[in-house]
């Protein structure tokens, strides 16, 4: 940071549905008018006066580098593992199988903890260190739950994590072995999050729950500001992305307008493509539907366990963003995503997670449809590594004898 330079730009916060107006520097959950979440402003007016994208070059490769468009006032603040920067990686050998001849993926399985929900946890546990919250409450899918329950570690707060018994094991290990809070709740994560409102309520945790405090956004976010800056700082013309509670994809449509007003990009939009599973798809019903929000799913059920969200709080914002951007929404069967993890795995050599699998089945689908071209510039959210969920893969190789002739050619 320069001499006399403002860390960061907040502004204020403002209701997502009714656009009421609340201060940024107290803690606030949701919308106290018509109960929605609240999205954080910039003062984007000195933030273009003050900061060209060309700062950017020569500063740490983490999101922290856009620290005028996040919400945390101080550098001394931060919560980090120096997570960000992930790679957009070619995938010309998958490509070449689906007909898409531009297709990249953005890999957020290298974020610390595996997975993008770091970028939520760093800059969302960040901010509640900076305005002196002490103890969070959360549920989870798993993911999100394992990150903040180890950057609540790093920042020492309490955190109170509920997550279905379903959930990923790998998760439940994490958040118990950094000190959480943890309990396991036979139903899913909506349920959980019911349990969570009430010790909210009855014990003054904060509640860290997807929208329900704004800061989580402002990290993931940053997908789209690494996207936009990784490109020359132009769009794609496709961006897919895996949507359970849609925060990430809510992100990006965010990160796309503050840097348009800011006149970083152009007007072009990439067209956002929300990715769901058959057993739960909320959105895509809804997208079908031309609704403005989304109705509960009823029995949700995916092996692509992260999207598993029968109704999610931001739902309105996912489906805006579709709308606005002419994109669409689409489901697949957790056959075709595990069809095409091992197709993604065997032409370039990644083990990406079921979510992220998702998105690829998506895509050959609207390929197939054509909905996608074969010169459209194609970009893919993988938001983990497939480490974190053996149990998607079935190998039985043949087992040898201590002397034993290997069985190849």
């Known amino acids: 940071m320069g001499s006399g330079k403002v860390y960061s730009y907040l502004d204020h916060l403002e209701c997502g549905r009714c656009n009421a107006r609340f201060a940024a520097d107290v803690v606030q959950g949701l919308c106290t008018v018509c109960g929605s979440p609240l999205l954080a402003r910039y003062d984007l ?43 957009l990686i070619p995938m010309p050998g998958t490509g070449s199988v689906m007909g898409l001849g531009r297709l990249f993926m953005k890999d957020e399985g290298l974020l610390p903890g595996g997975t993008f929900k770091a970028r939520g946890a760093a800059v969302g546990v960040s901010r509640a260190k900076e305005l002196g919250i002490k103890r969070i409450a959360m549920p989870t899918n798993g993911n999100a739950g394992a990150a903040w329950a180890a950057y609540a570690a790093r920042a020492g707060i309490e955190a109170l994590i509920v997550m279905p018994t379903d959930a990923p094991s790998v998760t439940r290990a994490e958040c118990a072995l950094t000190g959480a809070q943890l309990f396991l709740v036979d139903g899913l994560i909506s349920d959980a999050g019911k349990m969570v409102a009430e010790a909210v309520s009855a014990r003054g945790y904060s509640d860290a729950s997807t929208l329900k405090e704004p800061y989580r956004l402002e990290g993931k976010k940053t997908m789209g500001l690494e996207i936009f ?53 909320p959105i895509v019903r809804a997208w079908e539907d031309r609704a403005s929000e989304s109705t509960m799913w009823e029995d949700a059920s995916t092996v692509a366990f ?104």
């Open 45 to 87: 007016d000195r933030v273009g006066a003050n900061c060209s994208p060309s700062e950017f070059v020569g500063r740490s490769p983490d999101l922290w580098r856009y620290h005028e468009l996040l919400p945390v006032r101080s550098p001394d603040s931060k919560v980090s593992f120096g997570e960000g920067m992930t790679p």
């Open 229 to 281: 800056e990784q490109l020359g700082w132009r769009v794609p013309d496709v961006i897919l992305y895996p949507t359970g509670g849609g925060v990430g994809l809510i992100g990006i449509y965010k990160a796309l307008l503050e840097c348009q007003q800011l006149g970083w990009v152009g007007d072009k939009l990439p067209r956002l493509v929300s990715v769901q599973a058959s057993g739960c798809a």
């Open 306 to 409: 992260g999207i598993t969200v029968p109704k999610a709080l931001g739902d309105f914002l996912i489906l805006d963003a579709i709308y606005k951007t002419d994109g669409c929404a689409i489901a697949v069967d957790d056959d075709d995503l595990l069809d095409a993890q091992g197709v993604v795995a065997r032409n370039d050599g990644a083990f990406i997670c079921p979510e992220g699998a998702a998105c690829f089945a998506a895509a050959r689908s609207l390929r197939a449809s054509g909905w996608l071209s074969e010169s459209d510039e194609v970009l893919i959210i993988n938001t983990g590594t497939g480490i974190k969920y053996p149990d998607t893969v079935s190998v039985s190789p043949p087992v040898l004898q201590v002397g034993d002739t290997i069985p190849v050619g």
